[in-house]
């Protein structure tokens, strides 16, 4: 049996990315530029970044009215009111607010800082919002990656969200398409016989993780290519990873 | 300048590890067995489960007596005593307890279910502990790996970690050696000439994931290697992962 290996591939030379850009061709184009054309069964990882700026998801601040809500909100945190405005609106159910930081869940069902609203890598007066469906997003770039580059690959667009309990932000999938985001090993029997339990990895947001090492915030590498893996398909897009409220200790 | 891009290998053939076993040694040998010998600058990410039994981490349920305080707890969750009974040893702070599901801080600090003690891939009545100090682990892994491969290596012991909001298990890194486990772009500026805010990245943490991609629960690969990333050097082993309690809206 062949060593199980896999190579993660920063895919350079994409530029800026204006709303209505083709982000699938330029991706295809870098790729085959840098001599790494994508091929089937990559798993072709997106920065959240790029996906929302072709989408045009930008809302100028100057063009936003704070509501009493959040001009309350933005004085306790200590934040600029419109910015606060744009993240309500973002936002389904606000999880804490506390020491500058909002953190809520957004119409997706995402919980992370900032409603995933970003300030940084877009021009001054600009904020970013997450894809409106980025399960959506990442089904119409695999159908025009397919197109484009001939071969059949998964995508997920990924972004860096914070967590409790440890330091750091790590690259996580909040759209996928073409590979089941969880694998599961319920059922199973380990060595000893004993059924495994509650062992169901996250691998689409492993992947996601595993594509940021190449990826970096000032790289201006927004794209990588996770290649070698052999991970089961699956049609759900990121759902899986919703955690059901029902079931969620940390409400 | 060339792509960037590194590499995830897979290391099999270990086999079963008892207390007292070299799983450095292992580890040198397997590697060179199936060609892909350890080198200067791999980050080796080594399963926490082997890292535990060399280190005669294991407890025998049937050595267990149940405090009266863990017989209620184990009657509430539904759980086996005595196993209840280990895992409060191995807590300093229960953080969620219900519906089944028992979630403490341990004596390290890390918020995980059932303190991180395992059933799974261990005989039936034996359960494993994590590493008494897997900082300590990692050091002297990595100090006997370049006694034994020759070259000076990086070591992440990992474990996989559930989280609030999401499903699925991630593999993370709670023990490391050679390596920062934080990356920080704060004070760089973006294209915009913004500073960029609260952009630190947990990389040994995306390092523990991306070796997850080749490990898997049942494949009995306990190791990986990761080859090709360049992450800046740390002396503070994991101690940075952890969120100072002060700062956790989540305690």
Known sequence: ?????????????IGEVRPGDDVAGLIVD?????????ATGDVVVISQKIVSKSEGRLVRLTDVTPSPAALSMAAHLDRDPRLVEVILRESRRIVRMDRGILISETHHGWVCANAGVDQSNVDREAVALLPEDPDRSARMLRER???RAGGDVAVIVAD????????????IAIGVSGIAPLQSYLGQ??????????TILAVADEVAGAAELVMGKLARIPVAL??????????HGSKPLLRDPARDLFR
Chains 1, 2 share one sequence.
């Open 145 to 147: 990656l397919r197109e």
């Open 160 to 171: 860096t969200f914070g967590r409790p309990w440890r330091e750091g932000l790590t690259n």
């Open 1 to 13: 049996m062949s060593v199980p290996r896999y190579e993660v591939i920063g895919v350079e030379g």
């Open 226 to 235: 996770v290649r070698g893996l052999d991970l089961p398909a699956g049609e």
């Open 30 to 38: 870098a790729a085959a530029q840098q001599r790494t054309p994508l």
């Open 189 to 198: 029997r380990d060595p000893a016989g004993r059924e495994l339990q509650a």
